[in-house]
Structures are given as structure tokens and as C-alpha cells.
């Protein structure tokens, strides 16, 4: 039987940002999962990049120049979605809206003094984390990208 891992690693995720115009290097947090088949579970939000979220499997494979583990393919998606959320009001207090996501069970965390990661775990229905987010953005209190959808809330808000 596999003994559960507790091992953590650092994958440089390298991909180029439509938003920022630009090519984006991102250091994500990941499970070692299979050290000799070069398997990571990743285990936190990514602020930039996109098609990856928490709790995907990837294969990442050490730099040769640099001696770090750089993301090459995602092996397997854990059914998590990243949303990424920018305030537009600069009167409302972004612990406030995060929170509002909170009770939703979605985990963010705060990139900056306007801008956040949430992440939605497979189990949470994203339909009625969507109404939240499309109600803040008529509201012209945020505005949001969906960088990475899983199929599962893809489903979800497929009739909305």
C-alpha cells in the first residue's frame, strides 16, 4: 500500500498571459505524488496561469540550467476551477466580497490590493458562485475571468 505524502515541491509554470501581454513565470505549490515518474498534485491557486487549478496531476521535469521542476503537461484535472477577481470599486472592502465567497466553501487568496485567486472545488455548485460574480460585475463592484473552468462547472452554468 502507498503511504500518503505530506512532500511538498516548487513547479515553475511558464505560459504566456493574453491579459498581461506578456510571458508569465509562476511558482506554484505542489503534493509529490510520484517522485520518479516526475508526478505533482498541485496544492495552490494559480494567480496568472491559466488551464491549471488546484488539485490537477501534472508531470513537471527538472531545468537542466536552473535544477527546478518546470510544469511540461497536465496529467489528469482535479475538477477545480480558478477564477480570477478584480475590484472596481475602490469603496468596497475586498475581505467582504471574499468572504461572501467563503460561505460558498471557495478558498481565494489575495494577489494584491485589487485583485484575488478563488478557487471552486469540484463539490460546490459554480452556478450559484456565477450569479454571485455576475451580480457583483452588473453591480460594477468587480469584473472576472475564468481561466480555468472544469468540465464538471462548465456543466453547470452551461444554461445560464
Same mark, same amino acid.
Given at each position: 500500500m502507498k503511504e500518503e505524502t505530506t512532500e511538498h515541491a516548487q513547479i515553475i509554470v511558464r505560459s504566456y498571459s493574453d491579459v498581461f501581454e506578456q510571458d508569465i513565470e509562476e511558482t506554484l505549490w505542489a503534493f509529490v505524488l510520484d517522485k520518479e515518474n516526475r508526478l505533482y498534485q498541485i496544492d495552490s491557486i494559480p494567480f496568472y496561469?491559466?488551464?491549471?487549478?488546484?488539485?490537477?496531476?501534472v508531470f513537471a521535469d527538472i531545468d537542466p540550467e536552473t535544477k527546478q521542476l518546470v510544469y511540461q503537461k497536465t496529467v489528469s484535472y482535479g475538477g477545480h476551477s480558478t477564477i480570477q477577481v478584480v475590484l472596481s470599486d475602490e469603496t468596497i472592502a475586498m475581505d467582504d466580497i471574499r468572504d461572501t465567497f467563503? #460561505?460558498?466553501?471557495?478558498v481565494s487568496e489575495q494577489v494584491n490590493d485589487d485583485f484575488f485567486v478563488l478557487d471552486v472545488p469540484e463539490? %460546490?455548485?459554480?452556478?450559484? %458562485? #456565477?450569479?454571485?460574480l455576475d451580480k457583483l460585475e452588473a453591480e460594477e463592484k468587480i469584473e472576472y475571468a475564468e481561466p480555468s473552468l472544469s468540465d464538471v462547472h462548465r456543466k453547470q452554468t452551461s444554461g445560464l
Open positions: 496561469t491559466s488551464l491549471i487549478a488546484s488539485n490537477d496531476i467563503s #460561505k460558498m466553501r471557495c463539490d %460546490v455548485d459554480y452556478s450559484l %458562485v #456565477k450569479t454571485e
